[in-house]
């Protein structure tokens, strides 16, 4: 069976399926992205066009117009097309509803670890000037000891020994014996002793 090729006349469509998208869509640009689909979709599956099954006979004007099959078989393919695209999105939108239903919405409190940055910047500013200083060229600055003692000009058995002291320091505070100092809280009208 021969196809009659003047009844396969897509150019002569063009504009008929334009103002169709343009209809469906309400925008100019979907509307051409939703004609390119369509004429892509329409080539794909042109062979079951079937212009004899598809025409619509005559009218109550007369013979059906010449493309009539052709204009409503491409009609058709962009209506399929659109109501894909609808499905599509709503489908991603559902997906991606649940994706955020799935993640983790909520976060550890910020407040916990810039209070303990806090903690640990007073309780190195707390330190004696000396300890501070060989703590700070050491841990903060990664010298060597050698490097950090002749940057300070002591001895480095001193710097050691005041790095020491920092350390032990800091390590108390992080036991808990920092929190016997002033910041403690007080009994008011009464007494801070434990009772007996």
């Known amino acids: 069976m021969k196809r009659d090729e003047t009844s396969f006349d897509v150019p002569a469509q063009l504009g008929v399926m334009r103002r169709y998208a343009r209809s469906l869509t309400r925008d100019d640009v979907e509307a051409e992205d939703l004609v390119h689909d369509a004429l892509v979709r329409a080539y794909e599956r042109r062979g079951s066009f079937d212009a004899e099954r598809a025409a619509p006979g005559k009218t109550e004007r007369g013979p059906a117009p010449r493309g009539a099959a052709l204009r409503g078989w491409l009609l058709s393919v962009l209506h399929n097309v659109f109501i894909d695209r609808r499905r599509s999105r709503v489908a991603e939108a559902r997906r991606e509803a649940d994706s955020l239903d799935l993640a983790e919405t909520s976060a550890a409190p910020a407040q916990e670890h810039r209070l303990r940055l806090a903690q640990v910047r007073d309780a190195f500013m707390a330190l004696p000037e000396e300890q501070r200083a060989a703590l700070h060229l050491v841990a903060i600055e990664g010298l060597g000891y050698a ?50």
């Open 147 to 196: 490097e950090a003692a002749a940057t300070l000009g002591i001895p480095q058995g001193t710097l050691m020994s005041r790095l020491s002291r920092a350390r032990a320091t800091l390590r108390a505070m992080e036991e808990g014996g920092a929190g016997e100092g002033p910041s403690r809280l007080r009994i008011v009208g009464g007494t801070d002793e434990p009772t007996r």
